[in-house]
């Protein structure tokens, strides 16, 4: 009997500790000095491969304090939270492949790779400073970002633009072009430093989401979706790690009178107390070390006298798995997002699933940019940014739904998916794996039988 009794308490005391076990998140310091080491191999490995593809010889980002270009944000160091009063950054090539000269046309340096060219004492006239800087290079082609297809690269506003444009020589106008593909390029491409962390972002990911998806946070009967979205919010401070957007639970439950599977996107769920029976969707996401998630998974309530998910929701789960596959297996490079959408819902409904496709880049920002690979509220083409050709090292949430009629509950039930995945150039590989099974509350497999 001790046995037995001391087997059954080793086992909950390691089913305790496999849930409270935690990855590690680095200091503040650590993290500012991770990432300004991989801003220093962006700005000298990257971007002269990306200006040479791009044929833009000169790149000027341009930012007042608290209105900062997306792109300049992710070029300051992690030490600045904004740019200081007017920042300009000038990145020069001068011949293709070569390094990149880099200039801040600042009061001070900004970081190491962007050394300051501006001494107000001797030249007051900011806007002039950068146009003898401009002029001393003669580039073929000066890239500004403004952008008809992104917003991540239309962060040049009217009046700095107009400034600009008014100091520049006549013989320099006509150079002038938008940076949109280029800036694209920047914020899509992850380089190895990158991508060698990117697993650990998305374990945490998955860490947090499934101890929220649990008999440790609900309690049926009483928890409520938004307690569980709160009991989110509060875990991600906790652990000193940030979001990009706030996250939704919600509900499909066994009612034939109810139709959560036709429920709009653009409508929030209401609140509803958890019960037994219910399958639950988790729309997360968590910002690290200025890299992004967005992840969704399901779980299922055991009602009593249940040890496991039932096998019929199972299997509705691996038809949303199916299309996943469907999905990556048409990513090829080159391909625009457009074409993408239409192969995989082509072999979609060819394989008679009911199905949406909105897939987008991730990185930078939680909806980065990137060829866009449909959208929930439209699965035709998207102009413009479903035309940008998909690129090797580049990263995507891999975000799609399927609804599959569940004759058990007599009504249609919607599988919703998104996983961080990386696209080498050949396959896409998922950051951390993806969700197989649907996950069961409680955790059976932390329970002894009798």
Do not use: C
């Not at 499934?210 to 652990?239: A, F």
């Amino acid at each position: 009997m001790k046995k037995i009794f001391s087997l059954a308490l080793l086992l909950f005391l390691f089913s305790q500790f496999t849930f409270s076990q935690k990855l590690a998140v680095l200091t503040q310091r650590e993290q500012a000095e991770l990432i300004d080491s991989w801003l220093d191999v962006r700005i000298n490995s990257l971007l002269p491969q990306l200006m040479t593809e791009t044929g833009v010889d000169m790149w000027i980002v341009i930012s007042r304090e608290y209105n900062e270009d997306p792109v300049i944000r992710t070029m300051l160091p992690a030490t600045w939270m904004a740019a200081r009063r007017r920042t300009i950054l000038v990145m020069y090539q001068p011949k293709p492949n070569s390094p990149v000269e880099t200039y801040a046309i600042a009061r001070y340096d900004v970081g190491k790779a962007f050394k300051r060219a501006w001494n107000p004492e001797q030249q007051p006239d900011q806007w002039k400073a950068l146009i003898d800087l401009v002029a001393s290079k003669n580039p073929q082609k000066i890239g500004l970002n403004y952008a008809k297809d992104y917003g991540h690269a239309d962060g040049l506003t009217y009046s700095e633009h107009q400034a600009f444009v008014n100091q520049l020589p006549n013989a320099l106008k006509s150079k002038v072009v938008s940076a949109q593909t280029l800036a694209v390029r920047w914020l899509e491409t992850r380089t190895e430093q990158e991508m060698s962390t990117y697993r650990h972002v998305q374990q945490l990911a998955h860490d947090i989401i499934q101890e929220g998806l649990s008999e440790k946070v609900i309690t049926p009967g009483k928890t409520t979706t938004e307690d569980v979205v709160w009991w989110y919010r509060e875990k991600i401070k906790e652990m000193k790690l940030d979001t990009w957007f706030h996250p939704t639970v919600d509900i499909q439950r066994p009612d034939p009178s109810s139709n959560e599977a036709n429920r709009s996107f653009a409508v929030r769920p209401s609140e509803m107390t958890i019960m037994p029976g219910d399958l639950l969707h988790i729309d997360f996401g968590i910002t690290y070390l200025r890299l992004n998630t967005d992840t969704q998974e399901l779980a299922y309530v055991l009602k009593p006298g249940e040890t496991e998910v039932p096998v019929f929701l199972q299997k509705a789960f691996e038809i949303g798995n199916r299309l996943q596959d469907i999905l990556t297996e048409n990513y090829v490079a080159g391909r625009t997002g457009n074409e993408i959408l239409r192969a995989s819902r082509q072999k979609m409904e060819s394989e008679g699933i009911r199905g949406s496709i909105y897939t987008h880049p991730l990185g930078f920002y939680g909806h980065s940019a990137g060829p866009t690979i449909g959208m929930w509220d439209n699965q035709g083409d998207t102009p413009g940014a479903g035309d940008f050709p998909l690129h090797a090292n580049t990263g995507y949430a891999i975000e799609l739904n399927a609804v599959v009629y569940v004759e058990e509950w007599k009504k249609d039930v919607r599988i919703m998916l998104e996983e961080g995945a990386f696209f080498d150039g050949e396959k896409v590989t998922y950051y951390n794996g993806r969700q197989k099974k649907i996950l069961s509350i409680p955790r059976m497999s932390n329970y002894l039988g009798n």
